[in-house]
């Protein structure tokens, strides 16, 4: 199955724990997410910074490990009706010994499933008005 880019349905929200995920980011306003149901992975967009390029904080679920990712995105329109996003990874915040240790092992097959969440998120809206996106990767 793929990712789809969806708000996050009540049940999920108490199955995943994540008012008690959302503790760990201040004015977090995380109610969407992309979900790989089959695989149990997510992706969920929690805080960012105003200014562009845009320092986007996420939590990534990976194989029931939780990882707190900071990424910098800046977004361009191509051709009128399609958008390009490009993406930069700045930083994991606090993984934790096993957590580490699980990115350290399988950091490929982690990050090829993080660029697959961060297509279907696209640009973070629900309703996108632009036909097409594109996105670019410098991890």
Same mark, same amino acid.
């Given at each position: ?16 724990? *994540? ?37 986007? =904080?996420? +939590?990534?679920?990976?194989? =029931? =490990? $939780?990882?707190? *990712? ?7 329109? *191509? ?10 990874? $700045? ?8 957590? +580490? ?16 969440? $961060? ?6 809206? $629900? =309703? ?12």
């Amino acid at each position: 199955m793929a990712f789809i880019y969806e708000r996050i349905p009540e049940q999920d929200i108490t199955s995943y724990g *994540l008012r008690e995920i959302d503790q760990q980011f201040p004015m977090a306003v995380a109610s969407r997410w992309a979900i790989d149901r089959e695989r149990d992975i997510y992706l969920r967009y929690m805080t960012y910074e105003r200014e562009q390029p845009s320092h986007k =904080n996420f +939590s990534f679920f990976w194989k =029931n =490990n $939780l990882f707190r *990712l900071c990424l910098a995105s800046e977004g361009h329109s *191509l051709d009128g009706d399609k958008w390009c996003t490009s993406w930069t990874w $700045l930083s994991m915040r606090d993984p934790g010994p096993d957590a +580490s240790k699980v990115f350290d092992t399988h950091r490929d097959a982690i990050l090829i499933d993080l660029k697959d969440a $961060l297509r279907a998120y696209r640009d973070g809206s $629900l =309703n996108p008005t632009y036909v097409g996106h594109v996105a670019q990767f410098d991890f």
